[in-house]
């Protein structure tokens, strides 16, 4: 007859669940390939629009600089105006005081 208990000086072996085993590893591996997938998209582009030449008002562009944290925003304002010195600042780029100047 078997014993369920492990033998005196045997190491009973536990098997540890694999990552293709575990469901809340599945999706949490799913939802960080979203994340990462929307930075680079978004990012993307942001800087095709803060790096463009052609005009400083495209809608998304403008939306996505306006939306970004403080020290990105006025990275690509600043970007923006050494691009575009002559005309007014888009949404976002914009100074407190005045709309018509560049921040």
Known sequence: ?????????????VRAPQLNEVPQM????????IVI?????FGWRWYSYVSNTESPYQEVG???NSRM???INKWG???????????????GCQAATDPKQWR
Do not use: W
């Open 1 to 13: 007859m078997q014993s369920a208990a492990p033998e005196a000086g045997a190491i009973a072996r």
């Open 77 to 91: 304002c600043d970007k923006l105006h050494a691009t575009f010195q002559n005309v007014l600042p888009p949404y």
């Open 62 to 64: 403008i939306e996505l």
């Open 37 to 41: 997938a929307a930075v680079v998209i």
């Open 26 to 33: 599945k999706v949490l591996k799913f939802l960080l390939i």
């Open 69 to 71: 944290p403080g020290p």
